[in-house]
């Protein structure tokens, strides 16, 4: 089991950015492909940002493409989301997780460990 810890979540302004950490609990957290994703108020959780085990293959939702990067440390057993141009939209609870199990990188119930969240808040 791979323990992850999120950090950098906080209040921020629209158009502002943050910069989101995930901290892995092993080295061996370089074989999962890891993803980020959020869950607002009354709604799904839902995939946000992808890496792949090589850093070389990302993936993203059409609402983060081109505001959101996802890059992973290795060497620190860390996965970054720096995610810039915030709106209002973005607001929610942000996890991270490895994916452990088998099934796409689009899909929650492939990720087999997560973190315990946190929030971002955008203001208008």
């Known amino acids: 089991q791979v323990q992850l810890v999120e950090s950098g979540g906080g209040l921020v302004q629209a158009g502002g950015s943050l910069k989101l950490s995930c901290a892995a609990s092993r080295r061996t957290f370089s074989t999962y492909p890891m993803g980020w994703f959020r869950q607002a108020p009354g709604k799904e959780r839902e995939f946000v940002a992808a890496?792949?085990?090589?850093?070389?293959?990302?993936y993203y939702a059409d609402s983060v493409k081109g505001r959101f990067t996802i890059a992973r440390d290795d060497a620190k057993s860390t996965v970054y989301l720096q995610m810039n141009s915030l709106n209002t939209e973005d607001t929610a609870v942000y996890y991270c997780a490895a994916q452990t199990l088998s099934g796409t990188l689009y899909d929650p119930s492939s990720f087999g460990d997560w973190g315990q969240g946190t929030q971002v808040t955008v203001s208008s």
């Open positions: 890496i792949k085990w090589s850093g070389d293959s990302t």
